[in-house]
């Protein structure tokens, strides 16, 4: 490498020379609070000391809308290709805008030379910049390395004693630096510009390598992470406009008021805009802010990278700064994503309802987003001081405003849950495990059987069933108590029984005088409704104490049920949710992630579930 | 004969600046009249004609009785366009939709004069809210070259494509200093681009004028407005300056 120093006010002549020869000179100056890419008249417009411009560089490779074929209405042989291409020097560009530059040359000379692009860039010498000013949305030390922006013929660096130092990095750079009055550098400047390329540091940084990009968002694509921000997206496109590597565009044809002739223009666009992936007859492939939010991140950290083998993302922060919702920075987002996965949530308690002299129904709500389980899964839930227990979710996905949990109070968790009053705030990870899917037996009959506790977590089903009456055919539901003093939700077993084709049989261990239903053990109930179930359109659904399984597993064998038909959820001690802890483990399944929801099929041969 | 399109224009409850921006196009009045036969403009001649292919509607309804005459000119019009915010959304004439009572605005516009029987006037719908509409002409006053690709693209037979994202997707192109940091508020996000984000290139936060995009997000956009420390009625107020609540109908 050659090194170069040069004075600022010699450098400045030499701009100003440049500004009288045949290229365009184009260099960063002043907007109002911020910065710009603009075409110089004089050199004292360039402000070199600047944090970030407003758009990228790329406006000059790729200008925001461009003819790309000219032609005369109803004649297809009078197309014709318009190439407009300036030459030109851009000055003071940042070493992450050079890597973007990188990105763009390559995706436009990749498969079929993008002629347009590589006029324009063809013709172009860049002056890069190593920044003397930070910026609070800059990641770049993250994303890029000094390989990445070798697009640059000469890079300047400040020495701060008037003075900039040059790195001579192409030959034109080299013939361009021959007209100017720069001397070579000496060993004491060289040393000063090592130190000083990368005085600036970002505020930022990603909590993983680079390079694990890929692989890690293949594994986040259904991240809660995307729909929370997603909530607040106004799918205006900013962070895909101001974006140094984004490149897509719009093509459409433009007609003179003559409707004679006319001409075909592509201009900006990109995958953030509601309309961008519909296609005629109004389907749109990417129909929520989501599905986009999704496809922008995965495209800048995984796509691009895996495509090019370049930073799809160079972390200027551009985006972080356009974006009004303050959502839209892949760093932000993939740092979230990868949070401990121990690090629970806020959740506030709304209300409590006193269930049964140890059982109490509480309601929790999340901050700013609905919790988005399924039936059948549960929560850890964490109090400082006191620790962390998995509970089953007791309300249907149908209720919005909060979930709902059945806690009994048996261990320490329990007990400091159940001192907690409304407003008091608690930690929650999750939903975790399988579910009861429901939503795929549209149509069948269903038979749901609970026995003591296992009600809370099949009222999450039967309660989403109830919500989608219509879609099911008859539904059975028994449920077994110890005694008059520990039924669970009755109000609602009564409002269930009104339901349309919906039976409903309670039974209790111990009845009393009062008690004028069933008494007897749940399988007593069985034989009841035999004549209504036919095994092989309905799906059973049990949850209860461990002894339960076996004895109704059994009923349901001789009624002629097939063991996928047959659900179970299968408590386990979950203490970390997430498939790592080991506690739940029978034979070499993770209930916690397997389960709790298995089908007696999947599990009928494991010496330890059952 | 000529087998150009015949135009026209009307005007209901408006200033009329729709009309007046058509007026006033200078060079490309002479390419749109090479375009198009114009038979009727009241702000420009006096001829009057039978039925129109395309008709340009200005103006909202504000009157029971501006009914049966926009009626006559749906039935004698191929396309009914709607021209500007007025005609559009109900525009800025909505705003006293939103004051409940109508006696009283009366009396606060003219005073003792309020019952004189030709000051009647009833809750503002757009045009859309009285007769089919084919097609609508957005903003407070129209862009000019917006007008001007409608007519082109009805003559070739196409349909107009106008934007569905936001000003502020305008705004970034044009390298403005976003008024959020600025210390300003601006509906920018939600409101439908096409004026070229000409009020936020001056400086002046985007009041919504063109009527909101298909899906806007206005739940984000009152979550960052009141995060800009504007109160609920503040918050309510931009909203209801231009309608940016199409729902909400009389």
Not at chain 2, 194 to 200: E, F, Q, T
Request: proline share 5%; hydrophobic share 35%; glycine share 8%.
């Amino acid at each position: 490498m050659e090194y170069k120093i040069i004075s600022k006010s010699d450098f400045r002549d030499f701009v100003n020379r440049l500004i009288e020869g045949d290229h365009e000179i184009n260099g960063v100056v002043k907007k109002g609070i911020s910065f710009v890419y603009d075409t110089l008249v004089d050199a004292s417009d360039l402000c070199l000391d600047y944090d970030e411009t407003l758009l990228p560089p790329k406006k000059y490779f790729l200008p925001v809308k461009e003819t790309l074929l000219t032609f005369k209405t109803g004649d297809p042989s009078s197309y014709h290709e318009s190439v407009e291409a300036t030459p030109r020097i851009i000055i003071g560009v940042h070493p992450w805008d050079l890597a973007a530059v990188a990105l763009l040359d390559k995706a436009f000379s990749t498969g079929q030379s993008d002629v347009n692009y590589l006029s324009r860039r063809n013709q172009s010498l860049l002056i890069g910049m190593y920044p003397t000013r930070a910026f609070k949305h800059r990641f770049s030390g993250s994303m890029i390395t000094d390989e990445h922006y070798q697009t640059a013929d000469l890079m300047l660096v400040d020495l701060g004693n008037d003075t900039y130092a040059i790195e001579v990095v192409s030959e034109k750079g080299r013939d361009l630096m021959g007209k100017s009055t720069a001397v070579t550098a000496d060993e004491y400047a060289i040393e000063s510009l090592e130190k000083r390329k990368h005085v600036i540091e970002d505020g930022m940084h990603l909590s993983m390598p680079r390079g694990d990009l890929p692989e890690f968002l293949k594994k986040q694509q259904q991240s809660k992470v995307i729909d929370r921000r997603a909530d607040r997206c106004f799918s205006c496109g900013a962070c895909v406009l101001v974006c140094p590597t984004c490149y897509c565009f719009h093509v459409e044809e433009e007609v003179d008021l003559s409707l004679r002739a006319g001409r075909r223009t592509r201009t900006w666009d990109g995958c953030m805009r509601e309309g961008f992936a519909s296609a005629a007859g109004g389907h749109n492939f990417r129909e929520t802010p989501a599905n986009r939010l999704r496809h922008r991140i995965l495209r800048k950290g995984k796509y691009l990278p895996e495509h090019f083998h370049l930073p799809g993302c160079v972390g200027c922060g551009r985006c972080a700064q356009a974006c009004v919702a303050d959502i839209a920075s892949p760093l932000e987002i993939i740092n979230e994503m990868n949070r401990s996965i121990y690090l629970p949530e806020v959740a506030t308690l709304q209300k409590i309802k006193n269930m049964t002299d140890k059982d109490r129904f509480f309601e929790f709500t999340l901050e700013g987003r609905e919790l988005g389980h399924q039936p059948g899964q549960f929560v850890e839930l964490s109090i400082p001081g006191i620790g962390e227990a998995p509970f089953s979710i007791s309300s249907s996905p149908t209720k919005q405003g909060g979930f709902e949990m059945l806690i009994r109070n048996v261990g320490k968790v329990t007990e400091a849950v159940h001192r907690l009053e409304p407003g008091d705030q608690v930690g929650i990870r999750g939903p975790f495990g399988s579910h009861f899917a429901v939503e795929r037996y549209l149509g069948k009959d269903l038979l749901f059987i609970a026995g003591g506790l296992g009600l809370a977590p099949l009222r999450s089903a039967i309660n989403y069933v109830m919500d989608n009456r219509g879609s099911y055919g008859q539904v059975t539901i028994l449920s077994g108590a110890r005694d008059r003093s520990q039924r669970l939700f009755p109000e609602e077993i009564t409002r269930w029984s009104r339901a349309p084709d919906t039976l409903v049989l309670e039974t209790l261990d111990h009845g009393d005088e009062e008690w004028t239903g069933q008494t007897g053990v749940i399988t007593t109930l069985l034989p009841m409704v035999a004549d209504r179930i036919t095994p092989s359109d309905t799906k059973a659904f049990i949850v209860g104490p461990p002894v339960m399984y076996r004895f109704v597993i059994r009923e349901l064998e001789a009624f002629g049920f097939d063991h996928k038909d047959i659900l179970v959820s299968l408590e386990r001690r979950m203490e970390c949710g997430v498939g790592k802890c080991g506690h739940c483990q029978i034979d070499d399944i993770y209930v916690c992630q397997e389960g709790p929801v298995f089908t007696y099929d999947s599990i009928r041969e494991s010496m330890e579930a059952l | 004969m000529s087998t150009k399109p015949k135009v026209a224009f009307f005007d209901f409850a408006s200033c009329e600046g729709c009309q007046l921006q058509i007026a006033n196009l200078e060079e490309e009045i002479i390419g749109l009249v090479d375009l198009v036969d114009v038979v009727e403009f009241r702000e420009v001649m006096t001829e009057k004609a039978p039925s129109y292919d395309i008709a340009f509607v200005e103006g909202s309804i504000t009157r029971k009785k501006d009914e049966a005459r926009l009626r006559d000119i749906r039935e004698r019009s191929g396309v009914l366009v709607a021209l500007g915010a007025c005609a559009a959304t109900g525009g800025l004439n909505k705003l006293k939709n939103v004051r409940g009572n109508l006696e009283q605005v009366r009396r606060d516009v003219y005073g003792s004069d309020w019952d004189r029987p030709h000051l009647e006037t009833y809750a503002t719908r757009a045009v859309g809210e009285i007769v089919p509409v084919d097609f609508q002409v957005h903003g407070c006053p129209i862009n000019r070259e917006e007008f001007l690709h409608v007519v082109e693209a009805f003559a070739l037979g196409t349909n107009p494509e106008i934007p569905d994202y936001p000003v502020c997707a305008e705004c970034k192109i044009k390298e403005n200093v976003c008024l959020f940091h600025l210390g300003q508020t601006c509906l920018g996000p939600i409101v439908r681009a096409g004026c070229g984000a000409i009020c936020p290139s001056n400086g002046v936060g985007c009041e919504g004028c063109r009527g909101i995009i298909p899906h806007a997000n206005r739940n984000a956009m009152k979550d960052v407005l009141a995060e800009h420390n504007l109160t609920v009625e503040q918050i309510t107020e931009k909203f209801n300056l231009f309608p940016l609540y199409p729902e909400v109908t009389p």
